[in-house]
């Protein structure tokens, strides 16, 4: 049974840093991607980054690029997601997802994604 677990959310103020680890067991690592979505509270849920873990290419939404950062450690089937230059906007729970696309469109195909772990908290304050 595939199975994703994330970790590493909690409290920051702004322009702080966070890392999200992702693990991942159950699957072949290698054959799927892997996102990072949020969801703030009445808002749709929006994809984040994604990582091809067979490649190593990435995606990044506009509204993180240049201060967030995926990495696939392959070894440890892990995913992580550094966060720096937090803003109160990023606040939201995150989820880690395995599957596709992995590029632009993972906001509006996120059902696609096949396995998604239980989330966690990101809060910053300003």
């Known amino acids: 049974e595939a199975q994703l677990v994330e970790s590493g959310g909690g409290l920051v103020q702004a322009g702080g840093s966070l890392r999200l680890s992702c693990a991942a067991s159950?699957?072949?690592?290698?054959?799927?991607?892997i996102g990072w979505f949020r969801q703030a509270p009445g808002k749709e849920r929006e994809g984040v980054t994604c990582?091809?873990?067979?490649?190593?290419?990435?995606y990044y939404a506009d509204s993180v690029k240049g201060r967030f950062t995926i990495s696939s450690d392959n070894a440890k089937n892990t995913v992580y997601l550094q966060m720096n230059s937090l803003k109160p906007d990023d606040t939201a729970v995150y989820f880690c997802?395995?599957?596709?696309?992995?590029?632009?469109?993972?906001?509006?195909?996120?059902?696609?994604?096949?396995?998604w772990g239980q989330g966690t908290q990101v809060t910053v304050s300003s």
């Open positions: 997802a395995a599957g596709w696309p992995c590029m632009s469109t993972m906001t509006q195909d996120s059902m696609k994604f096949s396995s």
């Open positions: 159950g699957f072949t690592y290698d054959d799927y991607g």
């Open positions: 990582i091809s873990t067979s490649d190593g290419s990435t």
